[in-house]
């Protein structure tokens, strides 16, 4: 594994220097025509990529991907690039990826192996379980109590295809209903409309700390499954992709990833001042100390 590693870490190193020597392709191309980078971000994905009180993006994934924008400012010699916005979702945030529309995706996205077939990864920067929140006086506490019961998830997630997979093997017959995004999601459960929201537990927790009652749901032990999150950008665009490994690895070997994650798990975040006091776990140390870009299987 950690010979793979190292060796990812080199090729990309390789191919970004590269860069200097040839013509620009790709992303990098797109960027330098146009003078202009498009950034995706959620609107309720707490604290990756949400809106403050003035509707600007903020988050742990939009400072990271920050750095890859002043990354391209740099390599590109392009300190005045100006740098667009576009809200995307679960369900369309690959599409607009790949057809221009936006050049580099920054939330709660997945890394999977199935979407590797349509985009390309950076390294892995957080390491989430997908698990439920449910309200406390509800009398839920695990999965096979959800049996017979409505059942929330957000639209386009890989939450949907692991649901499905566990009402199969469990035989479990619970109704399926999807919310446009997470914030969706989490009033239909608030609301009484489904009993449990699945989803990944940060983002449960982020739901949960940012509603009118926090005191009033919880989050279960179980899981479905582990799964890796990254930026997403378009698939076979070798000096991008180098210039985005190369800066990812650079924040996470230097240390500064711990003082981000710090700023957004561990500390009060915008924009009501709530403290996740979500502690990394031993998955997402894993993945700073070995950058890499596995996606789940």
């Not at 990271?64 to 990354?71: F, T």
């Not at 100006?82 to 890394?111: F, H, M, Q, W």
Request: proline share 5%.
């Amino acid at each position: 594994m950690i010979k793979k590693l190292f060796g990812l870490t080199v090729v990309a190193a390789a191919a970004l220097s590269s860069v200097q020597a040839a013509e620009f392709t790709g992303t990098l191309k797109k960027v330098k025509e146009t003078n202009s980078i498009t950034v995706g971000y959620r609107e309720s994905s707490i604290p990756f990529s949400y809106l403050d009180n003035n509707g600007k993006p903020i988050g742990y994934a939009m400072e990271l991907c920050g750095k890859i924008v002043d990354a391209v400012k740099t390599d590109l010699k392009m300190p005045g690039l100006k740098v667009n916005y576009a809200p995307v979702t679960s369900s369309n945030r690959i599409p607009l990826l790949e057809n221009g529309t936006i050049d580099l995706e920054c939330g709660s996205t997945t890394n999977s192996v199935a979407r590797q077939k349509q985009v390309a990864f950076g390294p892995t920067y957080f390491v989430i379980n997908v698990t439920a929140a449910v309200k406390k006086d509800s009398g839920i506490n695990s999965f096979d109590q959800l049996k017979g019961k409505t059942i929330v998830t957000t639209s386009g997630t890989t939450s949907v295809p692991l649901l499905k997979k566990y009402a199969k093997a469990e035989d479990a017959d619970f109704k399926e209903i999807y919310g446009k995004d997470h914030a969706e999601s989490f009033l239909l459960m608030a609301d009484g409309r489904a009993a449990a929201f699945v989803m990944d537990d940060i983002l449960l927790a982020g739901q949960i700390a940012n509603s009118k009652d926090p005191g009033s749901y919880k989050i279960l032990s179980g899981s479905l499954r582990s799964e890796p999150y990254s930026m997403m950008l378009r698939k076979d665009d070798p000096q991008f992709k180098a210039l985005v490994d190369k800066t990812i690895d650079g924040v996470m070997k230097s240390g500064e990833i711990n003082a981000m994650y710090k700023k957004w798990f561990m500390s009060p975040i915008p924009p009501k001042g709530i403290n996740l006091n979500f502690p990394e776990n031993a998955a997402t140390k894993e993945a700073f100390a070995h950058p890499n870009d596995k996606g789940v299987e």
